[in-house]
C-alpha cells in the first residue's frame, strides 16, 4: 500500500469507527477530556438519595453528582440507601441513561455530629467507601463540623488525627480518598496533612471557607497545591449567583488552578440568589452550573 493509499485507508477507517460511536459514547469521549467537570450535590437540589436527583442534574446541566450518605441522627451508621439492592440497581440504570457520573460520596452527617468521639466512626466510614465503590467514585467528603473545628477546640486534635490515621488506611485498602474539610487555614491544613500522614486524606477545598474568614482565596489554593486538593467545592454563602459574586473572581481562580495544574471536579453547593424561593433548585443551581462551564469548560 502506497503511502497515500495509507492516509486514505487510515481516515476512512477513523471516520467508520466515529459513525458506529453512539451518541452516549461520543459524549462521554468528550466529557473525559474536559480538566474541569462540574456536579451538584443531591442534598442541595433536595434529592437526598432520590432517584430523581440524576434527571434534575442532567436538566441543571452538570456532569455530575455529590450523593450523600443519608441521615445519623444517634444511629450506628448512616441511613443510606444505596445498600438496597433493587435502588441502587435503578439509580445506576439511571446515571448510565442520563451521562452522570458520580463525583463524591458526602458524610455530611458529620457536620453536625463528632467525628472524634462517635464511637462507631469505623462503621461509617467504612460504608462510606463500600458505597464510593458501588457507585465507581473515587472521592469521599468528611467534613469535620462544628464538633471537629479544630480551631475552636484544639484539644480534640490528637483524637482526630490518630482516626484520620486509620480512616487513611481504610481509604487507601478501598482505593478511595477521603476529602476533609476543617476550620484551619491553608498552612494549618497542611500540617494536619503531615502529621497525619496518609495520601489517601487530603483536602476538600471549599471556597467560602477563606472568603468568610477575610483570607486570600488565591495564595490557599497556592499553599496546599495541587497534590493536597482532592476536590473543590466550587461556591460561595448564598445570597448572589456565582456569576453576580463580587469577593468571588472565577477566572482568576481558574488561572491559579490552570497553574498550578489541578483538575478534578468543581462542586456547586451553594450561591443562591437571596430573591429567589429556596425551591427554585433548576434557577439558582442551573445559573451556576452555567457560569462555572462557560469559565472552566471553554
Not at 432520590?50 to 455529590?66: M, N, P, R, S, Y
Not at 486524606?201 to 486538593?229: A, M, T, V
Request: aromatic share 8%; hydrophobic share 40%; glycine share 8%.
Amino acid at each position: 500500500m502506497n503511502p497515500l493509499n495509507r492516509r486514505a485507508f487510515i481516515a476512512t477507517a477513523v471516520l467508520g469507527t466515529a459513525a458506529l460511536m453512539t451518541p452516549d459514547t461520543v459524549w462521554a469521549w468528550g466529557r473525559k477530556e474536559q480538566r474541569y467537570k462540574v456536579a451538584v450535590i443531591d442534598l442541595m437540589i433536595l434529592k437526598r438519595q432520590k432517584l430523581g436527583a440524576v434527571k434534575l442534574t442532567h436538566e441543571i446541566g452538570a456532569d455530575g453528582l455529590e450523593v450523600d450518605m443519608g441521615g445519623l441522627g444517634n444511629r450506628d451508621t448512616f441511613d443510606n440507601q444505596f445498600f438496597d439492592d433493587a435502588f441502587r440497581a435503578n439509580y445506576l440504570k439511571a446515571l448510565k441513561e442520563y451521562n452522570i457520573d458520580v463525583a463524591s460520596v458526602a458524610m455530611t452527617g458529620f457536620y453536625a455530629q463528632s467525628f472524634a468521639t462517635r464511637p462507631t466512626y469505623k462503621q461509617m466510614v467504612g460504608d462510606c467507601l463500600k458505597t464510593c465503590q458501588l457507585l465507581g467514585a473515587k472521592i469521599a467528603f468528611l467534613p469535620l463540623g462544628v464538633q471537629g473545628d479544630l480551631v475552636q477546640n484544639p484539644e480534640l486534635r490528637p483524637a482526630i488525627v490518630e482516626r484520620l490515621r486509620e480512616v487513611g488506611k481504610m481509604a487507601k485498602k478501598a482505593g478511595v480518598i477521603v476529602g476533609i474539610e476543617t476550620a484551619l487555614d491553608a498552612r494549618g491544613d497542611v500540617e494536619l496533612l503531615k502529621e497525619i500522614g496518609s495520601k489517601h486524606i487530603q483536602i476538600y477545598f471549599n471556597f467560602s471557607n477563606p472568603l468568610k474568614e477575610g483570607r486570600d482565596l488565591i495564595e490557599e489554593l497556592q499553599i496546599l497545591g495541587k497534590k493536597r486538593i482532592c476536590q473543590i467545592h466550587c461556591t460561595d454563602e448564598d445570597g448572589v449567583w456565582l456569576q453576580n459574586n463580587q469577593r468571588l473572581d472565577m477566572p482568576k481562580v481558574k488561572a491559579a488552578l490552570d497553574k498550578m495544574g489541578w483538575k478534578g471536579w468543581l462542586v456547586i453547593e451553594r450561591s443562591r440568589d437571596a430573591s429567589l424561593s429556596p425551591r427554585a433548585v433548576t434557577e439558582n443551581f442551573g445559573a451556576n452550573t452555567r457560569y462555572v462551564k462557560s469559565i472552566f469548560q471553554n
